[in-house]
């Protein structure tokens, strides 16, 4: 294996591991990987969102399991069963907001300025995204698609400052 074989494919872990861990942050090892070695940084974003992606895929899935388990459906059948009937205008409006990103498009947008930003966290964007009605492809590509753009932005930013 060659020097940039085995960078990739320790990009590619690291990517994996940060889906998981957000203290393992992918960003900061991608900038020190590209700076310290000649590896290119196309390549090492790609392969980064390419990781994390797969993670946040294991998460969605998880989470949608979790979600349709029995367990979990008996504990929010009793909490309902213990709401105040008393109503507030900020539980109304958490409600309405609830139910707007409940439909496809604007989860699929939520998911992807996500992605690409990271506000919100993406594992917690992934979490929600995971109880509506979107496919497994579709949050992978959307994921996939953000995630590229951020990493590859991220790992040209060492081009920019240091010497050729």
Do not use: N
């Not at 459906?73 to 009937?85: A, K, L, N, Y």
């Not at 992807?112 to 506000?119: C, D, M, N, Q, Y």
Request: proline share 8%; hydrophobic share 55%; with cysteine.
């Amino acid at each position: 294996m060659t020097v940039d074989a085995v960078s990739l494919a320790g990009v590619a872990a690291i990517g994996f591991a940060s889906a998981f861990q957000p203290f393992t942050p992918v960003e900061v090892y991608l900038v020190g990987v590209i700076a310290t070695t000649s590896l290119a940084p196309v390549p090492a974003g790609l392969v980064a969102a390419a990781g994390q992606t797969a993670g946040k895929a294991v998460i969605f899935l998880a989470t949608r399991g979790l979600l349709r388990g029995a367990l979990l459906r008996r504990i929010v059948e009793r909490q309902r069963d213990r709401e105040p009937t008393r109503r507030s205008a900020f539980r109304d409006r958490m409600g309405s907001l609830v139910a707007l990103l409940d439909r496809p498009r604007y989860a699929a947008l939520l998911l992807s300025a996500s992605a690409v930003t990271g506000i919100p966290p993406l594992i917690a964007a992934t979490v929600y995204v995971a109880r509506t009605p979107m496919s497994l492809p579709t949050f992978a590509a959307l994921c996939l698609v953000g995630r590229c753009i951020r990493f590859v932005v991220v790992a040209l930013a060492p081009t920019l400052v240091l010497p050729p």
